[in-house]
């Protein structure tokens, strides 16, 4: 059986190293923002070339706590992608602010950026792309709208370690980024962890506090905080892992070129342009039988997974929150389909897989 993802294997390679970084952090006995967060935060700030990284609890805190260091006025209204994970929404609504769906472009799966000003309205403050599947948005347009009608952007590059748009780093366009470290990602660590990147001093500030209970100073509360803090453990098996990144980010692209050159036109391929270096946190293929599809690979012994089958609009939880009608996202969730691409898998396991594929 063919494993959509085996994290044990995964990370076998970098057991060794993770023994030695859990016993130097159980031994030192500061086990709370220390040494091993402070340098992973400095290690991926200059990898990303940017000013700072706060290191957080998880990709869902890095983007409560990057909405919430703007401040910005309830039922303020921030434009969104309509096929993006849930937790996207989430923070939106965790800040009590109001979500605006844009539909996506059905060739990359990010936002449409020529559907994004008819959207906006006097109450709009902010524009949260999403890097789905680990490719980056068309980042020039979001800029150019957003500094024409003065609105903040904050990045969910939770799927896009290393992926870039024209040599720039996801997470690094916009006033803030907001990653996840979640074990399945490109760089994972062993539990739950995030990050917040930003290129501005204040807002690095504030979110250091805002982390910490809303103090810099024990005891000394300047805002109304969380506790939202990268554990030192984890942040020692991250710091390992950085370094393997571009490794990991390559052996998925390599897999990537199997399937696109190999598939036939059965299936819809994931889009290729020379602006964007794609690290394919997911590699999705559309079909109109994904179901059945999603069956025949399990009995021919290829696990395989969905991101996402129900969109946000769908979900119960958002019942009575989200209106309208979204059609390009309901028709990516009725035929997407995620393929084996983990830096745990082998060639010969993309070949027999694409193989198998092209019999359906």
């Given at each position: 059986m063919i494993e959509y993802e085996n994290l044990k294997k995964l990370n076998a390679p970098f057991f060794k190293e993770f023994r030695q970084s859990f016993e130097s952090c159980m031994t030192s006995g500061r086990y709370i923002l220390s040494n091993s967060v402070e340098n992973f935060e400095k290690e991926f700030a200059k990898y990303n070339d940017v000013k700072h990284c706060i290191g957080v609890n998880s990709g869902l805190d890095a983007l409560i706590l990057g909405l919430n260091s703007f401040n910005f006025p309830e039922n303020s209204e921030v434009i969104v992608p309509s096929n993006t994970y849930i937790a996207t929404i989430l923070a939106i609504f965790q800040n009590k602010l109001k979500p605006v769906l844009v539909e996506p472009d059905l060739c990359s799966y990010n936002i449409n950026v020529e559907k994004i000003e008819e959207k906006i309205t006097p109450k709009t403050v902010a524009i949260l792309p999403v890097h789905l599947y680990g490719k980056t948005c068309k980042m020039d347009k979001i800029i150019e709208i957003a500094t024409k009608y003065d609105l903040r952007i904050i990045e969910d590059a939770a799927q896009a370690h290393g992926s870039s748009f024209r040599d720039k780093k996801a997470g690094t366009f916009g006033d803030i980024g907001a990653f996840s470290f979640y074990p399945t990602k490109n760089l994972g660590t062993l539990g739950d962890g995030g990050a917040i990147l930003t290129n501005n001093d204040e807002i690095a500030?504030?979110?250091?506090?805002?982390?910490?209970?809303?103090t810099s100073k024990k005891y000394y509360n300047d805002f109304i905080g969380f506790n939202s803090r990268l554990d030192e453990m984890q942040a020692g098996f991250l710091s390992i892992k950085l370094k393997k990144l571009d490794i990991i980010n390559n052996?998925?692209?390599?897999?990537?070129?199997?399937?696109?050159?190999?598939?036939?036109?059965?299936?819809?391929?994931?889009?290729?342009?020379k602006d964007y270096y794609d690290v394919y946190h997911i590699f999705n293929i559309r079909h109109p039988k994904r179901d059945?599809?999603?069956?025949?690979?399990?009995?021919?012994?290829?696990?395989?997974?969905?991101?996402?089958?129900?969109?946000?609009?769908?979900?119960?939880a958002m019942h009575g929150l989200i209106y309208g009608e979204y059609p390009i996202a309901e028709e990516i969730h009725q035929t997407t389909l995620s393929l084996p691409i983990s830096y745990s898998h082998t060639e010969e396991d993309i070949l027999y897989i694409t193989k198998t594929l092209n019999k359906f």
């Open positions: 500030q504030k979110i250091r506090k805002l982390r910490n209970y809303g052996h998925k692209r390599k897999f990537a070129n199997i399937y696109l050159e190999n598939l036939n036109e059965n299936f819809v391929k994931p889009n290729i342009d059945l599809l999603k069956q025949y690979l399990l009995e021919k012994g290829i696990k395989t997974e969905i991101h996402y089958p129900i969109p946000p609009h769908k979900q119960k």
